[in-house]
């Protein structure tokens, strides 16, 4: 098994290939025709653009994966499932495949871990104990074996996160900076866990993210693409599974979830809003929270300072949860720590607050804006996200 020092070393090899790698997928991109072209719906970038660069996060994952993650079926299986799932989103950017199409490629690369042991078999709820989902058979298979409930809430919750990470993808340097603070999270709360090949995966993962940031920083020389996107969402769903969720640990069931509070939220919020008005949840559209900060005004670089802001905040609550000790887990609370804890969750509250004040998400249908140069009154067209005048 590696040791937690690997996980450091791993982040300083991924980031330093996947800086080194892009301009190599850029070209690659020019002469394929993978170029993203700004499209006035949505895009908030002004030139054609490269999308290739999760060929370069791949190629660092893939390295520094080989070197210090332990060669076992699991550890095979997940890199496996990590190159279908980099061909499925290189076959999007390349020919935009149709929503089906990119769906039944995500469910077949996260089906190889799955199927390899990468699942929740049992997992400890608050006052409830024990769950085991493994053991609730759904499905026998013709060869032997069986589907249980266990396996497929898993492929249901790494697909859904494959997805979450793909639909914040919309401004330069979002995903790849989320990435960063949440990979960095749950390596420190896998390895914590005792869980060190996941808190290493997750560490190559935040790595990744950070050398491919260079060039993906507003304004961006290249974007990574579903290739990308799709590998992140993936990577960060398997170490959420193999570094918290597979312990016995009480809190280890919410921290993936509360260290990914904001891109889950930021699509939560778009599903709803798109059946709301009844409107395809694959339909793009400008309801994401980085459009709702391009509607009032704000620029990129104001964009990311506010949502990695959230998310790091976010992430020290996790963190917090994890490692300060304010209970002794038999209901019994350190006073002073149990203080501490609470600020850590007043200051995520407060921003949480804050950030639905900002992005005007209670109030703008009904009230609109009035805009910060022109002074005028504007309402939200509630189908195309966008201001209009009156």
Not at 74 to 84: D, F, P
Request: charged letters at 15%; hydrophobic letters at 55%; a negative charge.
């Amino acid at each position: 098994m590696p040791a937690s020092i690997d996980a450091l070393f791993a982040f300083l090899l991924a980031g330093i290939l996947a800086l080194a790698l892009v301009p190599l997928t850029d070209r690659l991109a020019r002469r394929i025709g993978a170029i993203d072209y700004p499209d006035d719906q949505r895009s908030l970038h002004a030139v054609p653009t490269p999308r290739l660069g999760g060929l370069a996060i791949f190629a660092a994952v893939l390295a520094a994966a080989l070197i210090w993650l332990p060669w076992d079926a699991e550890t095979r299986s997940i890199l496996a499932g990590a190159a279908l799932i980099v061909a499925v989103g290189m076959l999007d950017d390349v020919y935009e495949l149709n929503a089906a199409a990119k769906l039944l490629g995500q469910t077949a690369a996260v089906v190889v871990p799955v199927s390899a042991g990468v699942t929740v078999d049992s997992f400890t709820v608050p006052f409830l104990g024990q769950l085991n989902p493994g053991n609730v058979e759904l499905l026998a298979l013709p060869g032997g074996g069986a589907v249980d409930l266990g396996d497929l809430g898993t492929t249901i919750g790494i697909v859904a996160m494959i997805n979450v990470i793909n639909l914040i993808d919309g401004v330069d340097g979002l995903a790849a900076g989320v990435c960063l603070i949440s990979g960095v999270a749950l390596a420190a709360i896998a390895l914590s866990l005792d869980r060190t090949a996941a808190g290493v995966l997750a560490a190559l993962t935040a790595g990744a993210s950070l050398g491919f940031l260079r060039h993906g920083f507003p304004p961006a020389s290249t974007f990574m693409g579903d290739t990308g996107s799709n590998l992140l969402g993936f990577l960060l769903g398997v170490v959420a599974v193999q570094g918290a969720l597979k312990t016995n640990a009480v809190i280890a069931l919410f921290l993936p979830l509360i260290v990914l509070t904001v891109p889950i939220l930021d699509t939560g919020f778009v599903v709803a809003k798109r059946l709301k008005y009844g409107r395809p949840i694959y339909r793009a559209d400008r309801w994401h929270f980085h459009h709702r900060m391009a509607n009032i005004g704000f620029s990129q670089r104001r964009t990311l300072a506010y949502l990695y802001g959230w998310t790091a905040i976010m992430a020290a609550l996790a963190l917090a949860l994890r490692f300060v000790p304010y209970s002794d887990d038999h209901g019994n609370f350190d006073a002073l720590w149990t203080a501490v804890m609470a600020l850590f969750g007043l200051l995520a509250l407060a921003a949480s607050v804050y950030l639905v004040y900002v992005l005007e998400i209670l109030k703008l249908r009904r009230f609109g804006r009035i805009h910060p140069e022109t002074g005028e009154f504007e309402a939200l067209d509630p189908d195309t996200g966008e201001f209009e005048a009156i």
